[in-house]
C-alpha cells in the first residue's frame, strides 16, 4: 500500500478496508496545480486504482519487449514512493512492488522533465550508477520515457531495462515515446471508465432510492464527496463542510450512531448494499430523518475502494412527483420525457445544458421537429423500438453539429410515453479511439517486422517479403499502397500492392505495372528515391495525374481516385533500396503527424531489413563457397565405396563448420572423418578449414590411431591459440590378409563429442558406435583421455558418419532425431548408398535444413567378385603400392 496512506480498521469500532472512517480532519485544500507535485500526487491517485495488474498494460509493455529485444519493460507511477503497476519480464512478484522514492528509476526519468533518460552502460552513469537496481546487476542498460496524464502532470515512466549494456538508437527511444503515449491512454481511459461507472451507479442509485442528495465516499483517501442539497440536509454550507466521515457522525444521533456504523462496515466488508435510516440532530437542535442508501464498489481483488449513494430528508412525505422531480433535478445526468406524441413533456437542468436548450424551447415541442438530425439515426430506431416493444433500450449514438457529441441512452417505455437518461461520453470514445490508432500503429510496427524477418530468413525472397508489408500498412495507414523495390543491379520496380477493398487490387497491381515508365522526373517517388526524404502529397491529381500520358496507366490512377499520398524512401546506411507510397482516398483525412512517424518507422525498418539481408546473402556466398571449396570428393577404393554430402542451411542463417572427410594412409587404410566446429560464420568456416588441414596431416602417418589423432589435434588447437571449439569423430577401415581371406574388416573409430556414427551391418542390425562415456570436445581440455574402440564386420556393412543438424533442430529433439535416424536407415537398408543417403535427409528434414548438414558413409562389398557396378568406378589419387594397390 502506497506510503502515507493509512491502513483501515485502525479507529473505533468499524473496520474499514483502506482507510479509517471516523479520524479527525480538516477542511479540503483547494485543487492543486497539475504541474505542482501536489498535481502529480492527485493526478496517481486518481489513475493507480485501475492501473494494477491492467491486461492491457501487460499486452502493451509486451509489445515493447519484443519491438525493442529488451529482457522487461515496466510501467510505474510515482507518487510519495514508486509503484510497478505493469510490466512484462519481471521477476514474479513485481506487480505492486513499490520503491522508496530516492531509490527510483522512475524518478530520475521524471527529473529529465519531458525528455527520455537513455542509459548505454547503467553502471557508469551517475544519474543511476548508485541506485540498488543497477547496483546489484540487474539493470546494465536503460531507456525511460515520462508518462503524462491528460491534465498535463508526469504521473510516471514507461522503462525498458536490459540485463547487459546495450545501446538505444532514436527509433527504439521513438518508438518507446509512442508506447508510451498508448499506455498514458489506457491509463486514463481506464480511469474516464471507472468515473463513469460510478456517475452511472449512482444515478441508478438515485432512481431507486427516491433521493434528493448524492455521495461519494473514497475508502482509499477518506475523502466524502457530497452534493449541495445533502450538505444542506445535514445542516452544513461548503466552509464547515470538512468532506470527512466525521460531518455524518457528529450531525447523527447517539443512539444511531452504532446502527450508521454496522450498515457502513457491512456494505464495506461485503462490497454490498448499504440502506440505513437515521436520526441527525442540526446545531439549531431540530431532529430530522435521513434516508441513505449506497453500493460499495471493489477494486480487481475484490477489495472494497469506494463507497456511492443517495441520501434523503424522509421528514416529511412529500408527494411522490414532487419527490422525484427533486431528485431528476439534482442528479448530474441529463433526462427528459416526451409523451406518446413525441412532445417534449419534462427536462431537467442537466438535459438543458447537454442539449443547448432552455426548458421553454423544448417543453411541447416534438422532438423530431427540435432535432431534425435525429430522423432516421439510431436515436430514432431504438426510440420507437421501445414505444413499439415495450422493452427497454441501451445504446450508443452519435449526434451531428451542433451538438457535436456521443451519447449513452438509455431509454424506457411507459403508459405516457417515453422516458430517456443520457450521458455524454464524448470523452470516453476520444479516448478510446485514441488508444485503438495507437495499438494499432504498434500493432502495424510488429507486423512489418515479422513479415520482412519470415520470408528473408527462409530464402522465400524480397519480393514475397515487401508484398507481406504491403498487405499490412492497409488500413491502419492508408487504402492502398505500393512498394517499390531498387534492386543490387540499381533497378527500380514496383514488386508489391494492395487495396483495403477486394474488388480493387487488381486495379492497384496493374498501376503498380505501369506507373514507373510514365513518371515525370518531378513526380513525388522519383524525387524521394532521389533525395531520400519523405514526400508528402496532399493533391495526387495535381502532383502526379495530370502530368501521367493519356492512356490506361492515367485511367487506372483516375478509377482508383487517391486524394493524399505519403511515400517513404527506404534508406539503411546511406543507400535508398526502395520506396513505400501510401494513399487514401478524399473521405478519409490526410495522414496526421503520428500517422507519418509510424509509416517511416516502417519504411526504415524495411530498409534495414533489406540492407541486412543483402549483406547476409553476400556474406553467405563467401563463407559457402569457402566451405564447398575445402570439401573435396573422396576416394574410391576398390570395393569399398564412399558417398559424401553437404547441404547449406534452407534458412538465410550464417554458413556454419560442419565438415567431411575421407583419404588413405600410405598402408592403403581408409579414414572418414567428420566435425562440426562451433559457431556459424566465416570465422567457423575458416577455423572448419584450419582444423580439416592439420588432421589430414596428423592422420595420414600410419601409426597412430583415431584417438591419437584426435589428441594431437587438441594439444595443436592450444599450442597454436586457434581458440576454436569443434567436435569430430574419426573412424579407420582397417583389413590384413587374414581378415580378407575370411571376408571380414575392422572398423577402428574414436569420438570428441559428436553424435555418434551408426553401424548398418549386413543382416540389417543397426548398432550405435558410442563410448561407455562421452568424450570431451576439441579445444576444451587437450590433456583429457581419449580411447579407440574396435568392431569388426563382414561385407555389406555400411557405416554412417554426420553431424548434429541432420539429428537436431528447433522442431526436433536429439532422442526424437535419433530414433527417426535408426529408423529410416532399417527400411532403406538394401538401396544403393547414395539413394540411401539422399533419402534419409529427405525424411529427416522434409521441411528443410534449419542448419548445415554434413555427412559421410562407407560401404563395403564382397572382395571375391567384382566390384558392383552401382558402386562406381574405383578411383585413388595414387596407389600407395605399385604392386599392391591401395589396401584397406
Given at each position: 500500500?502506497?506510503?502515507?496512506?493509512?491502513?483501515?480498521?485502525?479507529?473505533?469500532?468499524?473496520?474499514?478496508?483502506?482507510?479509517?472512517?471516523?479520524?479527525?480532519?480538516?477542511?479540503?485544500?483547494?485543487?492543486?496545480n497539475?504541474?505542482?507535485?501536489?498535481?502529480?500526487l492527485?493526478?496517481v491517485?486518481?489513475?493507480?486504482?485501475?492501473?494494477?495488474?491492467s491486461?492491457?498494460?501487460?499486452?502493451?509493455?509486451?509489445?515493447?519487449?519484443?519491438?525493442?529485444?529488451?529482457?522487461a519493460?515496466?510501467?510505474?507511477?510515482?507518487?510519495?514512493?514508486?509503484?510497478?503497476?505493469?510490466?512484462?519480464?519481471?521477476?514474479?512478484?513485481?506487480?505492486?512492488?513499490?520503491?522508496?522514492?530516492?531509490?527510483?528509476?522512475?524518478?530520475?526519468?521524471?527529473?529529465?522533465?519531458?525528455?527520455?533518460?537513455?542509459?548505454?552502460?547503467?553502471?557508469t552513469?551517475?544519474?543511476v550508477?548508485?541506485?540498488?537496481?543497477?547496483?546489484?546487476?540487474?539493470?546494465?542498460?536503460?531507456?525511460?520515457?515520462?508518462?503524462?496524464?491528460?491534465?498535463?502532470?508526469?504521473?510516471?515512466?514507461?522503462?525498458?531495462?536490459?540485463?547487459?549494456?546495450?545501446?538505444?538508437?532514436?527509433?527504439?527511444?521513438?518508438?518507446?515515446?509512442?508506447?508510451?503515449?498508448?499506455?498514458?491512454?489506457?491509463?486514463?481511459?481506464?480511469?474516464?471508465?471507472?468515473?463513469?461507472?460510478?456517475?452511472?451507479?449512482?444515478?441508478?442509485?438515485?432512481?431507486?432510492?427516491?433521493?434528493?442528495?448524492?455521495?461519494?465516499?473514497?475508502?482509499?483517501?477518506?475523502?466524502?464527496?457530497?452534493?449541495?442539497?445533502?450538505?444542506?440536509?445535514?445542516?452544513?454550507?461548503?466552509?464547515?463542510?470538512?468532506?470527512?466521515?466525521?460531518?455524518?457522525?457528529?450531525?447523527?444521533?447517539?443512539?444511531?450512531?452504532?446502527?450508521?456504523?454496522?450498515?457502513?462496515?457491512?456494505?464495506?466488508?461485503?462490497?454490498?448494499?448499504?440502506?440505513?435510516?437515521?436520526?441527525?440532530?442540526?446545531?439549531?437542535?431540530?431532529?430530522?430523518?435521513?434516508?441513505?442508501?449506497?453500493?460499495?464498489?471493489?477494486?480487481d481483488?475484490?477489495?472494497?475502494?469506494?463507497?456511492?449513494?443517495?441520501?434523503?430528508?424522509?421528514?416529511?412525505?412529500?408527494?411522490?412527483?414532487?419527490?422525484?422531480?427533486?431528485?431528476?433535478?439534482?442528479?448530474?445526468?441529463?433526462?427528459?420525457?416526451?409523451?406518446?406524441?413525441?412532445?417534449?413533456?419534462?427536462?431537467?437542468?442537466?438535459?438543458?445544458?447537454?442539449?443547448?436548450?432552455?426548458?421553454?424551447?423544448?417543453?411541447?415541442?416534438?422532438?423530431?421537429?427540435?432535432?431534425?438530425?435525429?430522423?432516421?439515426?439510431?436515436?430514432e430506431?431504438?426510440?420507437?423500438?421501445?414505444?413499439?416493444?415495450?422493452?427497454?433500450?441501451?445504446?450508443?449514438?452519435?449526434?451531428?453539429?451542433?451538438?457535436?457529441?456521443?451519447?449513452?441512452?438509455?431509454?424506457?417505455p411507459?403508459?405516457?410515453?417515453?422516458?430517456?437518461?443520457?450521458?455524454?461520453?464524448?470523452?470516453?470514445?476520444?479516448?478510446?479511439?485514441?488508444?485503438?490508432?495507437?495499438?494499432?500503429?504498434?500493432?502495424?510496427?510488429?507486423?512489418?517486422?515479422?513479415?520482412?524477418?519470415?520470408?528473408?530468413?527462409?530464402?522465400?525472397?524480397?519480393?514475397a517479403?515487401?508484398?507481406?508489408?504491403?498487405?499490412?500498412?492497409v488500413?491502419?495507414?492508408?487504402?492502398?499502397a505500393?512498394?517499390?523495390?531498387?534492386?543490387?543491379?540499381?533497378?527500380?520496380?514496383d514488386?508489391?500492392?494492395?487495396?483495403?477493398?477486394?474488388?480493387?487490387?487488381?486495379?492497384?497491381?496493374?498501376?503498380?505495372?505501369?506507373?514507373?515508365?510514365?513518371?515525370?522526373?518531378?513526380?513525388?517517388?522519383?524525387?524521394?528515391?532521389?533525395?531520400?526524404?519523405?514526400?508528402?502529397?496532399?493533391?495526387?491529381?495535381?502532383?502526379?495525374?495530370?502530368?501521367?500520358?493519356?492512356?490506361?496507366?492515367?485511367?487506372?490512377?483516375?478509377?482508383?481516385?487517391?486524394?493524399?499520398?505519403?511515400?517513404?524512401?527506404?534508406?539503411?546506411?546511406?543507400?535508398?533500396?526502395?520506396?513505400?507510397?501510401?494513399?487514401?482516398?478524399?473521405?478519409?483525412?490526410?495522414?496526421?503527424?503520428?500517422?507519418v512517424?509510424?509509416?517511416?518507422?516502417?519504411?526504415?525498418r524495411?530498409?534495414?531489413?533489406?540492407?541486412?539481408?543483402?549483406?547476409?546473402?553476400?556474406?553467405?556466398?563467401?563463407?559457402?563457397?569457402?566451405?564447398?571449396?575445402?570439401?573435396?570428393?573422396?576416394?574410391?577404393?576398390?570395393h569399398?565405396?564412399?558417398?559424401?554430402?553437404?547441404?547449406?542451411?534452407?534458412?538465410?542463417?550464417?554458413?556454419?563448420?560442419?565438415?567431411?572427410?575421407?583419404?588413405?594412409?600410405?598402408?592403403?587404410?581408409?579414414?572418414?572423418?567428420?566435425?562440426?566446429?562451433?559457431?556459424?560464420?566465416?570465422?567457423?568456416?575458416?577455423?572448419?578449414g584450419q582444423?580439416?588441414?592439420?588432421?589430414?596431416?596428423?592422420?595420414?602417418?600410419?601409426?597412430?590411431?583415431?584417438?591419437?589423432?584426435?589428441?594431437?589435434?587438441?594439444?595443436a588447437?592450444?599450442?597454436?591459440?586457434?581458440?576454436?571449439?569443434?567436435?569430430?569423430?574419426?573412424?579407420?577401415?582397417?583389413?590384413?590378409?587374414?581378415?580378407?581371406?575370411?571376408?571380414?574388416?575392422?572398423?577402428?573409430?574414436s569420438?570428441?563429442?559428436?553424435?555418434?556414427?551408426?553401424?548398418?551391418?549386413?543382416?540389417?542390425?543397426?548398432?550405435?558406435?558410442?563410448?561407455?562415456?562421452?568424450?570431451?570436445?576439441?579445444?576444451?581440455?587437450?590433456?583429457?583421455?581419449?580411447?579407440?574402440?574396435?568392431?569388426?564386420?563382414?561385407?555389406?556393412?555400411?557405416?554412417?558418419l554426420?553431424?548434429?543438424?541432420?539429428?537436431?533442430?528447433?522442431?526436433?529433439?536429439?532422442?526424437?532425431?535419433?530414433?527417426?535416424?535408426?529408423?529410416?536407415?532399417?527400411?532403406?537398408?538394401?538401396?544403393?548408398?547414395?539413394?540411401?543417403?539422399?533419402?534419409?535427409?529427405?525424411?529427416?528434414?522434409?521441411?528443410?535444413?534449419?542448419?548445415?548438414?554434413?555427412?559421410?558413409?562407407?560401404?563395403?562389398?564382397?572382395?571375391?567378385?567384382?566390384?558392383?557396378?552401382?558402386?562406381?568406378?574405383?578411383?585413388?589419387?595414387?596407389?600407395i603400392?605399385?604392386?599392391?594397390?591401395?589396401a584397406?
Amino acid at each position: 500500500m502506497p506510503t502515507g496512506i493509512p491502513q483501515a480498521g485502525m479507529l473505533g469500532p468499524v473496520r474499514v478496508t483502506r482507510s479509517p472512517l471516523w479520524k479527525e480532519s480538516t477542511v479540503t485544500a483547494p485543487e492543486p496545480n497539475p504541474g505542482s507535485v501536489e498535481g502529480r500526487l492527485t493526478a496517481v491517485r486518481r489513475l493507480e486504482p485501475t492501473a494494477l495488474g491492467s491486461r492491457a498494460l501487460q499486452r502493451l509493455t509486451g509489445l515493447a519487449t519484443r519491438l525493442l529485444e529488451a529482457d522487461a519493460t515496466a510501467v510505474s507511477l510515482l507518487g510519495e514512493v514508486e509503484t510497478v503497476v505493469g510490466g512484462d519480464g519481471l521477476p514474479t512478484g513485481s506487480l505492486g512492488r513499490q520503491v522508496p522514492y530516492g531509490d527510483s528509476l522512475c524518478a530520475v526519468v521524471l527529473e529529465q522533465g519531458d525528455l527520455p533518460l537513455v542509459v548505454a552502460d547503467a553502471v557508469t552513469d551517475p544519474r543511476v550508477g548508485a541506485l540498488p537496481p543497477v547496483a546489484d546487476g540487474r539493470v546494465g542498460a536503460f531507456l525511460g520515457v515520462p508518462l503524462v496524464a491528460f491534465d498535463g502532470s508526469p504521473v510516471g515512466a514507461l522503462t525498458a531495462y536490459s540485463v547487459r549494456p546495450r545501446p538505444w538508437t532514436d527509433s527504439e527511444t521513438g518508438l518507446l515515446r509512442q508506447l508510451a503515449d498508448s499506455v498514458a491512454t489506457e491509463l486514463e481511459l481506464s480511469a474516464l471508465g471507472r468515473e463513469f461507472e460510478a456517475h452511472r451507479l449512482r444515478f441508478e442509485l438515485a432512481i431507486d432510492a427516491a433521493e434528493i442528495g448524492s455521495f461519494d465516499w473514497d475508502l482509499v483517501t477518506g475523502r466524502l464527496v457530497w452534493d449541495d442539497r445533502l450538505v444542506e440536509i445535514f445542516g452544513y454550507d461548503r466552509v464547515t463542510f470538512d468532506e470527512s466521515i466525521d460531518a455524518v457522525v457528529s450531525r447523527c444521533h447517539p443512539d444511531d450512531r452504532e446502527l450508521l456504523k454496522d450498515s457502513l462496515q457491512a456494505a464495506i466488508d461485503s462490497c454490498g448494499e448499504y440502506d440505513a435510516e437515521i436520526r441527525i440532530v442540526l446545531p439549531s437542535g431540530e431532529t430530522r430523518w435521513v434516508q441513505g442508501r449506497g453500493r460499495a464498489l471493489a477494486d480487481d481483488r475484490g477489495v472494497a475502494v469506494r463507497l456511492i449513494g443517495a441520501g434523503f430528508d424522509t421528514t416529511a412525505q412529500r408527494h411522490s412527483d414532487s419527490r422525484v422531480a427533486r431528485i431528476l433535478e439534482v442528479m448530474k445526468s441529463a433526462f427528459f420525457s416526451v409523451d406518446r406524441d413525441w412532445r417534449f413533456a419534462y427536462v431537467n437542468a442537466e438535459a438543458e445544458r447537454v442539449l443547448s436548450r432552455t426548458r421553454e424551447e423544448l417543453l411541447s415541442g416534438v422532438m423530431w421537429e427540435i432535432f431534425p438530425a435525429a430522423v432516421g439515426s439510431d436515436f430514432e430506431i431504438n426510440y420507437r423500438d421501445a414505444v413499439a416493444t415495450g422493452q427497454e433500450r441501451v445504446f450508443e449514438a452519435y449526434y451531428p453539429p451542433p451538438l457535436d457529441a456521443w451519447y449513452e441512452v438509455r431509454a424506457w417505455p411507459g403508459p405516457d410515453g417515453l422516458s430517456v437518461y443520457f450521458v455524454d461520453v464524448t470523452e470516453r470514445r476520444r479516448a478510446a479511439e485514441m488508444s485503438r490508432r495507437s495499438t494499432a500503429r504498434l500493432s502495424l510496427v510488429a507486423d512489418v517486422t515479422s513479415a520482412m524477418s519470415a520470408p528473408l530468413s527462409t530464402g522465400a525472397g524480397e519480393e514475397a517479403a515487401l508484398q507481406r508489408v504491403a498487405e499490412a500498412v492497409v488500413p491502419v495507414l492508408g487504402d492502398w499502397a505500393v512498394v517499390s523495390l531498387v534492386d543490387e543491379d540499381g533497378r527500380t520496380r514496383d514488386v508489391g500492392s494492395w487495396h483495403v477493398d477486394p474488388a480493387m487490387r487488381s486495379s492497384v497491381a496493374r498501376y503498380a505495372e505501369l506507373r514507373l515508365p510514365a513518371l515525370p522526373p518531378s513526380a513525388p517517388l522519383l524525387r524521394g528515391l532521389a533525395s531520400g526524404q519523405l514526400m508528402r502529397v496532399p493533391d495526387v491529381e495535381a502532383a502526379v495525374g495530370r502530368s501521367l500520358p493519356p492512356g490506361e496507366v492515367r485511367d487506372v490512377l483516375t478509377c482508383l481516385a487517391p486524394q493524399s499520398a505519403v511515400t517513404l524512401p527506404m534508406v539503411a546506411r546511406g543507400r535508398t533500396l526502395g520506396a513505400l507510397s501510401i494513399y487514401r482516398p478524399a473521405d478519409r483525412d490526410q495522414a496526421d503527424d503520428e500517422d507519418v512517424a509510424t509509416a517511416q518507422d516502417v519504411a526504415d525498418r524495411i530498409a534495414l531489413a533489406l540492407d541486412n539481408s543483402r549483406l547476409y546473402r553476400q556474406q553467405r556466398r563467401l563463407a559457402e563457397g569457402l566451405q564447398r571449396s575445402l570439401l573435396t570428393a573422396p576416394p574410391q577404393p576398390d570395393h569399398v565405396e564412399i558417398v559424401v554430402r553437404y547441404l547449406p542451411a534452407v534458412e538465410l542463417a550464417e554458413v556454419g563448420g560442419d565438415w567431411y572427410d575421407a583419404f588413405l594412409q600410405p598402408s592403403g587404410a581408409t579414414v572418414l572423418v567428420i566435425g562440426d566446429v562451433v559457431g556459424h560464420d566465416t570465422e567457423a568456416a575458416a577455423a572448419m578449414g584450419q582444423l580439416r588441414g592439420m588432421l589430414r596431416g596428423i592422420a595420414y602417418r600410419d601409426g597412430p590411431g583415431p584417438a591419437a589423432v584426435l589428441g594431437e589435434l587438441d594439444a595443436a588447437i592450444q599450442g597454436l591459440g586457434m581458440g576454436t571449439m569443434a567436435t569430430a569423430a574419426i573412424a579407420r577401415v582397417e583389413q590384413t590378409p587374414g581378415d580378407r581371406a575370411a571376408g571380414l574388416t575392422r572398423l577402428r573409430w574414436s569420438n570428441a563429442g559428436h553424435p555418434p556414427p551408426l553401424l548398418l551391418h549386413g543382416d540389417g542390425r543397426i548398432e550405435e558406435l558410442a563410448h561407455p562415456r562421452a568424450q570431451l570436445m576439441l579445444g576444451v581440455d587437450p590433456t583429457s583421455s581419449r580411447t579407440d574402440a574396435v568392431v569388426t564386420v563382414g561385407y555389406g556393412a555400411t557405416l554412417l558418419l554426420y553431424t548434429d543438424g541432420l539429428v537436431e533442430g528447433r522442431d526436433l529433439p536429439m532422442d526424437d532425431g535419433m530414433a527417426r535416424l535408426r529408423a529410416a536407415l532399417a527400411e532403406l537398408a538394401e538401396r544403393p548408398l547414395p539413394v540411401l543417403c539422399d533419402e534419409v535427409i529427405e525424411r529427416l528434414r522434409p521441411e528443410g535444413l534449419q542448419d548445415d548438414v554434413a555427412l559421410v558413409a562407407i560401404r563395403l562389398h564382397p572382395e571375391d567378385r567384382p566390384r558392383p557396378p552401382g558402386a562406381g568406378t574405383a578411383w585413388v589419387p595414387r596407389p600407395i603400392d605399385p604392386r599392391q594397390g591401395p589396401a584397406r
